[in-house]
């Protein structure tokens, strides 16, 4: 993983009206703990975090923080949590935890699909559906993989990829439910049957917890002169010649 240094400040003021101005300011609240020890409340730069977000999207960063007027060697910390202003998009606030390379900790990792496109059931005429963008593991933070790459390519109508067939390095071990499936591709007329059902049921819910899957279809041909001949709705169908 990488190890970005990062400048803090450490913060004092509390409040909703000062953390608004905080955040005019250009800063983020940002709370840092672990290891039982006594949370410590910084400011960062907003433009610097997202600038480092940014450049390392879809991979997990150590930071090194550096608070003003600290002494001793700087912490080394991971974001656990991070919130974002729906709006504006900026980030509002974040929640450091503290490492030691020594302890092994739990943290999430993206998880990355190859060839979803180029999958035999896609190219059959199935749908990939891609449920898990990411999946938590606990190891030491020496062996925190940047990604986890799942290759579909050979994933057939009906099969599925679960986290028990995730490749993960020595030491790391997923946390999440081995059975748990992360993408799988579903027949396409299955599919088409499903958002018919769905869109002529009046008053229908979700089932509470259910996942919002991302789909991935094979691009569709073009449909011949049989399309062009079919009637139009309420059209009748003439009669046959005897």
């Known amino acids: 993983m990488k190890h970005v240094p990062i400048a803090a400040k450490i913060r004092t003021t509390r409040g909703s009206s000062q953390t608004r101005r905080l955040r005019a300011e250009g800063l983020v609240p940002v709370e840092v703990y672990g290891h039982k020890e ?27 923080v550096n608070v003003e007027g600290a002494k001793g060697e700087a912490p080394l ?7 974002y202003d729906k ?30 496109d180029m999958a035999e059931g896609v190219k059959e005429g199935g749908t990939l559906q891609v449920f898990m963008r990411t999946v938590e593991v606990y190891c030491l933070p020496a062996q925190i993989p940047e990604a986890i790459q799942v290759d579909v390519v050979t994933l ?8 028990s067939d995730l490749k993960l390095g020595e030491g ?12 799988s591709v579903a027949a396409q007329q299955a599919e088409e049957v499903k958002a018919e059902a769905v869109a002529g ?26 399309a062009a ?3 139009a709705a309420g059209e009748k169908k003439p009669a046959e010649k005897k």
């Open 229 to 231: 001949k079919a009637p």
């Open 77 to 83: 910390a991971v974001i656990k949590e991070i919130q």
């Open 156 to 163: 057939k109508v009906g099969e599925a990829v679960h986290v």
């Open 38 to 64: 006594t949370n410590q409340s910084i400011t960062v730069n907003e433009k610097e975090l997202n600038k480092i977000l940014t450049s390392s999207r879809g991979e997990n960063i150590f930071f090194l």
């Open 201 to 226: 049921t009046t008053g229908a819910v979700a089932a509470p917890g259910a996942a919002e899957p991302e789909v991935i279809t094979a691009k569709k041909k073009e449909e011949g002169a049989d």
């Open 87 to 116: 709006l504006k998009s900026s980030i509002i606030h974040a929640d450091f935890h503290k490492v030691n390379m020594n302890e092994k900790i739990r943290i999430k990792v993206p998880i990355k699909i190859l060839n979803g």
């Open 172 to 183: 790391v071990k997923a946390t999440q439910d081995a059975g748990s499936v992360i993408a």
